[in-house]
Every structure is written in C-alpha cells, then in structure tokens.
C-alpha cells in the first residue's frame, strides 16, 4: 500500500513537472512569435503614413453606396413581418417553451395540466 502510493505521488509529480515543462516552451515560442509580428508591423506602419482624409473617402463612398442600394419595404416584408409573431409563438408552444416569457413549460405547469397544454397543440 505504501509502494503503491510512493509509485502515483513520483507520477503525479512527474506529470506536473512536464506539464510545467511544456507550459514555459510554448510561453517562449509564443513570446518569440509575437516580437516578430510586432517587428512586422512597425516596419510596415513606420514607412507608410497615415492619411485620414483618403480613409474618410473611402468610409464616405461605402456610406453612398449602402444607403443607395437600400429600397423602402413592400408589401410582402409587412405581410411577413405580420406572419413572423404568430409564427413564432407557435414554434415556441410546439418547443414547449412559453412564448411571453421564454421559460420552459414544464417548470411552469404541474404535470397534470402538460396534457391539456399539449392537446391545445
């Protein structure tokens, strides 16, 4: 029995000194990784600079472009916007969840009163 101890102490000591081991390699490979892509990006930002307004150009002519591509609803999104609430509570009650509160049906009802609650389904 105390052999048997030793054996898994020794183990589990060895486990955690290798997890330890393996921890600070990938903290220095990691490390190492990280002060090459921050060399990386110096470089390229220190030989490039900054002009905002060729960026406030850009932003403004994908502004243009979305708000000019937008259309006014029709019918049929106001028809489906109508359906999609019925639709919904629905599938709610079919999942067994409460559709105004979002809450389990199961933890709101007694047992007894499931059956009804299903029938009406």
């Known amino acids: 029995m105390f052999s048997e101890s ?6 589990g ?6 997890l330890i081991y393996m921890h600070h390699s990938n903290s220095k490979a990691l490390l190492s990784q990280i002060s090459l ?3 990386e990006i110096s ?3 220190h030989n490039t600079t900054l002009d905002l307004s060729e960026l406030k150009e850009d932003m403004l002519d994908m502004v ?3 708000i ?3 259309q006014p609803p029709n019918a049929f999104d106001h028809l489906l916007g109508a359906l ?3 639709i919904q509570a629905w599938a709610m009650r079919k999942a067994g969840i409460n559709p105004q509160t979002g809450q389990v049906l199961e933890h709101l009802l007694p047992a007894e009163n499931l059956e009804e609650v ?3 389904l």
């Open 6 to 11: 030793v054996v898994m102490l020794v183990l």
């Open 13 to 18: 000591f060895s486990l955690i000194g290798c």
């Open 37 to 39: 892509i921050k060399n």
């Open 43 to 45: 470089e390229k930002t």
């Open 64 to 66: 243009h472009e979305t």
């Open 68 to 70: 000019g591509n937008m």
């Open 84 to 86: 999609a609430g019925p």
């Open 118 to 120: 299903a029938q009406d």
